[in-house]
């Protein structure tokens, strides 16, 4: 069926007017370091005990909720043994009580994760990062095409070559599968991914323009930008594909949805009362409510696992900056970045992941600490993230 390229050309130039626009100047909000607890880790034994070891230490290290130190200090002490594809992971506190002790199957680094996590999660209570994955566009290639990573950036892979325009990722909540918006029949259509098989079906190919699937926190439907009914409106589609359920009907263009954990609401962006700004509607449907931030100029909303903040972009300046605001629109705050494009919440709802020019970026949006994962692969845009 034919495409309405007319639809298109506005869709191209709503995204054109976003680099243009300028927004209200807002103040920065230092934010400020958050405490930690001391950590030990002990050599970890065994044939690849010293992998396990590094990955293990980064992955501690990059939580920001430890620092790791000598073993006279340490609240918890971490020790283990790694041996025919298994890691004999323990944790005791400082009067020796055992709080952790399991076992770990996979190879060195998968197991290096998977236990990363489980300390963080013993010890803070807070859900761990180490095994998410990540994914993001990129244009090392000529053409912006699809990679996913380990969240510390191991494991980089091309997951597209398409040779034509691949973007708008985004990553189901277990990571097993992604959707995204490829060019391949010369209009926007959505495609998903089987990330363990490689097997690709085309899941949203109405005439006009489909783009900026996300998934849902079940994974068995996704929210995205649809014009086939003539202007630029969100819908909700099975994750098989099959028939659209319109969820907004403005006359602006409504684009950039993201689920609530308990999927029962959608933040996305909408640009109809000028500049665009974020909005919040029940995913069964309904009036959108403007979410109040404070700031003239918004879009890229994600909303936390944990469901009490949506991260967004700020235009400002000379780029973008990431705010944060819970989703009543109180706590607003600006993180103090520079440019940074494009927020993901992390698992933990507590570290970011946000692209800078040519580099990747996780930002702790309590101490304002940030690292650097994956850079040298041209300009980098839109990450997804896992959880």
């Not at 400082?94 to 076992?103: I, Y």
């Not at 244009?139 to 969240?151: C, L, M, P, R, V």
């Given at each position: 069926m034919k495409r309405f390229l007319s639809i298109g050309v506005l869709a191209v130039a709503f995204l054109s007017a976003i680099s243009t626009l300028h927004?209200?100047?807002?103040?920065?909000i230092t934010v400020q370091k958050g405490a930690q607890l001391n950590l030990h880790v002990a050599s970890i034994s065994g044939g690849d005990g010293a992998k396990v070891t590094s990955v293990l230490s980064n992955d501690l290290k990059l939580t920001d909720a430890f620092a790791l130190g000598g073993k006279d200090t340490a609240n918890f002490i971490v020790s283990g043994t790694f041996s025919g594809g298994q890691l004999q992971g323990k944790v005791v506190d400082?009067?020796?009580?055992?709080?952790?002790?399991?076992?770990y199957s996979g190879?060195?680094?998968r197991a290096a994760h998977q236990f990363a996590?489980?300390?963080?999660?013993?010890?803070?209570?807070?859900?761990?990062?180490a095994s998410t994955t990540i994914a993001f566009v990129a244009?090392?290639?000529?053409?912006?095409?699809?990679?996913?990573?380990?969240?510390d950036g191991a494991n980089l892979r091309q997951l597209t070559h398409d040779g034509v325009i691949s973007v708008h990722p985004s990553l189901s909540r277990d990571g097993r599968q992604l959707l995204y918006t490829g060019y391949q029949s010369g209009y926007a259509d959505i495609?998903?991914?089987n990330l363990a098989s490689g097997a690709r079906n085309r899941v949203a190919k109405f005439p006009g323009t489909n783009s900026g699937g996300a998934f849902s926190p079940s994974g068995s439907e996704f929210a995205a930008t649809l014009s086939k009914d003539g202007n630029?409106?969100?819908?909700?589609?099975?994750?098989?594909?099959?028939?659209?359920?319109?969820?907004?009907?403005?006359?602006?263009?409504?684009?950039?949805?993201?689920?609530?954990?308990?999927?029962?609401?959608?933040?996305?962006?909408?640009?109809?009362s000028g500049a665009p700004q974020l909005y919040i509607i029940p995913a069964s449907g309904g009036a959108g409510s403007r979410l109040t931030t404070g700031h003239g100029y918004c879009t890229e909303p994600n909303w936390s696992p944990d469901g009490k903040k949506i991260a967004f972009n700020i235009r400002g300046g000379p780029g973008f900056q990431i705010g944060v605001v819970s989703p009543s629109g109180s706590g607003n705050r600006v993180l103090s970045t520079g440019n940074a494009e494009d927020p993901a919440w992390g698992k933990d709802s507590r570290h970011i992941l946000y692209a800078s020019g040519s580099t990747l970026y996780i930002l702790d949006a309590q101490s304002g600490r940030q690292n650097k994962v994956i850079s040298g692969l041209g300009k980098i845009s839109e990450p997804t993230w896992s959880h």
């Open positions: 927004a209200q100047d807002s103040a920065t400082r009067a020796g009580g055992t709080v952790l002790a399991k076992s190879d060195a680094r996590d489980d300390i963080v999660e013993t010890t803070t209570g807070v859900p761990g990062i244009t090392a290639s000529g053409k912006k095409e699809i990679y996913t990573a380990d969240y495609y998903r991914i630029p409106d969100l819908y909700i589609i099975p994750a098989g594909g099959g028939s659209a359920r319109r969820l907004t009907r403005t006359t602006g263009v409504d684009s950039s949805p993201s689920f609530s954990p308990d999927g029962n609401r959608i933040v996305y962006t909408s640009d109809i």
